[in-house]
């Protein structure tokens, strides 16, 4: 699943390419908004929260609207040139095509979440999402006190809780548990929880802005070598050592995703 920082980078290109464009047509193919029509709208821009993606429009007949897309697994967000046509075989997998008045188009495909709803209503869809590290209105504080809320937790789990703090992804939480040094089943109560905040928000901001060096947290950019555990099951860790380890993911239970851990170097609770 794409993390809060891909999903940034991501609204990131469509604003360089889209923002302030005109809709000539819109095409949404769900049920629930069939019949919905943005022809004359102006993209104002879109935003994130966490994982998801708010865009914004002007429209002269109804006011201001904001689609409201995730991206979860499969999803994902393509702009098209002007005289370019998305390839027959994914036509099937198209949930919203946007046409512009400079040719552009804007196509989501296999969206597992479209919503098209006021803008004045965008709390809906976010009220329940907990502090941003990569949106203007971040709170340390808050965040801190959400993740804290429950000690006994185990620390990736409460981090991979986007009520708590918005944007850490499975990659993001297995590698902030290898720099802290701790058990991904640790529990929240016996971690220095502000070091580990601080170290995401870094992380996170230097993934967004740093070119070259999305979701890099080794500092070495070469393929094959980006990351300390996340994605290394057998492999040798690369300070210590050691096999790196890894369970499964848990079908249905958010408690229980994928996670890679070194044993030597990050001691603690082994997994349930």
Same mark, same amino acid.
């Given at each position: 699943m794409p993390e809060g920082d891909t999903v940034y980078l991501l609204a990131r290109r469509l604003n360089a390419r889209l923002r302030a464009q005109l809709v000539l047509k819109s095409d949404f193919r769900v049920p629930q908004h069939a019949t919905a029509d943005l022809g004359g709208a102006r993209l104002l821009g879109t935003d994130t929260h966490g994982k998801h993606l708010l865009t914004r429009f002007d429209s002269p007949r109804t006011g201001p609207l904001t689609l409201h897309t995730h991206l979860r697994m499969d999803g994902s967000w393509t702009v098209l040139n002007p005289g370019k046509h998305l390839p027959r075989r994914v036509l099937p997998d198209l949930r919203v095509l946007l046409r512009f008045e400079n040719g552009?188009?804007?196509a989501g495909l296999k969206l597992p979440v479209v919503e098209l709803?006021?803008?004045?209503?965008?709390?809906r869809v976010t009220a329940?999402?907990? *502090?941003? *590290?990569?949106r203007p209105d971040w709170d340390r504080d808050a965040a801190l006190a959400r993740l804290s809320a429950d000690g006994d937790r185990a620390l990736s789990a409460a981090l991979l809780d986007q009520t708590r703090m918005a944007g850490l992804g499975n990659l993001w939480v297995n590698e902030l548990c290898f720099l802290r040094g701790v058990s991904p089943w640790t529990p929240v109560r016996e971690v220095d929880l502000p070091a580990v905040v601080d170290l995401a928000v870094r992380l996170l901001r230097f993934s967004v802005n740093t070119p070259g060096a999305a979701q890099v947290t080794t500092g070495d950019t070469r393929p094959g070598h980006t990351h300390w555990v996340a994605g290394r099951a057998g492999q040798p860790c690369r300070r210590c050592g050691t096999r790196v380890q890894v369970v499964a993911e848990v079908s249905g239970d958010p408690e229980r995703r994928r996670t890679w851990w070194c044993s030597h170097c990050q001691p603690g609770p082994p997994p349930p």
């Open positions: 552009l188009s804007a709803l006021k803008t004045a209503d965008e709390g329940h999402l907990g *502090p941003d *590290p990569l």
